[in-house]
């Protein structure tokens, strides 16, 4: 089976850098990617990672170690509009997603 | 415009009747994927189909159906919903979600089974 840990909920200010991670345990691994998510609309894509080290596509970066079963997703220069829920999803043939951490950007 | 176009958005049903969401992509998306979200409890696979008529289980199957008969169109079928499928239920394609493509997902439709 596979289980994906992230936390429930994160606050940063507008502005700053947050970094959320996640935690995995899958058997196989075909990449992991990072969705966000607005309330109440559907969840787009992100970023994608299949080999360690860091992705970077604007503000949002995100890194991947295979070894740790481990990621993180980290937005610089928060702005309001990143208010969201992030998710973290394994592919191992299907793909499944984590519960979302709901991150909250105060002015 | 590239999309996944799920219908419809919401929708409040009795316990019993038969109920069908269509959804279909304009992508040639070999893979579709239905999903299901509760709060708690994250996205969770119900069905997903890697090609034509080509169908496999996901997390969460009981209680629903799907074929997959043109690579455009993937509808889930409710024979006989419950109160325990109410949900918010998303479609999405991808080109190959084990890759960098992810998942396109459709807008969402919010079933109410009362």
């Known amino acids: 089976g596979q289980n994906i840990d992230q936390p429930t909920e994160m606050t940063a200010t507008e502005g700053a850098i947050v970094q959320i991670n996640c935690t995995y345990q899958?058997?196989?691994?075909?990449?992991l990617f990072w969705y966000q998510q607005h309330a109440g609309e559907a969840p787009t894509f992100l970023s994608y990672?299949?080999?360690?080290g860091l992705e970077e596509k604007g503000r949002f970066s995100s890194f991947l170690s295979r070894s740790k079963g481990y990621s993180y997703l980290l937005l610089k220069e928060l702005q309001m509009k990143d208010s969201a829920s992030y998710l973290c999803?394994?592919?191992?043939?299907?793909?499944?997603f984590g519960d979302g951490t709901t991150l909250t950007v105060k002015p | 415009e590239a999309q996944v176009t799920q219908n419809p958005r919401y929708l409040i049903t009795v316990t019993g009747k038969k109920l069908t969401v269509t959804c279909s992509q304009n992508m040639n998306h070999e893979y579709m994927s239905w999903y299901r979200q509760d709060p708690g409890l994250g996205l969770r696979q119900i069905y997903y189909s890697m090609n034509v008529e080509v169908t496999d289980k996901g997390d969460v199957p009981e209680g629903y159906k799907v074929s997959r008969k043109e690579k455009r169109n993937f509808p889930l079928i409710l024979e006989s919903p419950s109160p325990n499928q109410t949900s918010l239920y998303f479609c999405?394609?991808?080109?190959?979600?084990?890759?960098?493509?992810?998942?396109?997902f459709g807008s969402g439709t919010r079933l109410t089974v009362v």
């Open positions: 999803a394994v592919n191992a043939g299907k793909s499944t």
């Open positions: 899958t058997s196989g691994f075909n990449g």
């Open positions: 999405a394609s991808s080109l190959n979600p084990g890759y960098n493509y992810g998942y396109t």
């Open positions: 990672n299949v080999l360690d």
